[in-house]
């Protein structure tokens, strides 16, 4: 059995402070967030390959995968065992800007 795909640290921080705008408004809305990041990091690591690659917005380190109900994107890698998700992005940011900000 594969292990979760793991958060880095701007990931959890991406993730912390997703939780702490939408729970000013929606305190049920910022935990069905966490779940939703959780359950992905557990399906990714057990299929690392669901994720889309974008070319577009990224090279081919990287891989994408969009949260149900969310407008949030995991940005991970799976080049690693677990698979590592990088940032946890709302889609409405300038996604180019954060993807060539420092990533492994």
């Known amino acids: ?5 793991v958060l880095t640290r701007q990931a959890r921080h991406d993730l912390r402070a997703a939780i702490q705008y939408i729970g ?13 990041v959780l359950q992905a990091a557990r399906r990714l690591g057990h299929n690392p390959a669901l994720g ?3 070319p577009a917005l990224a090279d081919e380190r990287f891989r994408f995968w969009s ?16 698979p590592r998700i990088l940032r946890v992005l ?12 420092r990533q492994p």
Request: no cysteine.
């Open 1 to 5: 059995m594969r292990a979760s795909a």
């Open 24 to 36: 000013t408004e929606d305190l049920a809305a910022a935990r069905a967030l966490n779940d939703a």
């Open 52 to 54: 889309a690659r974008r």
């Open 67 to 82: 949260l149900p109900r969310f407008s949030y994107l995991l940005v991970y890698t799976d080049r690693v065992s677990p």
């Open 90 to 101: 709302h889609t409405a940011r300038d996604l180019p800007r954060f993807l060539n900000a």
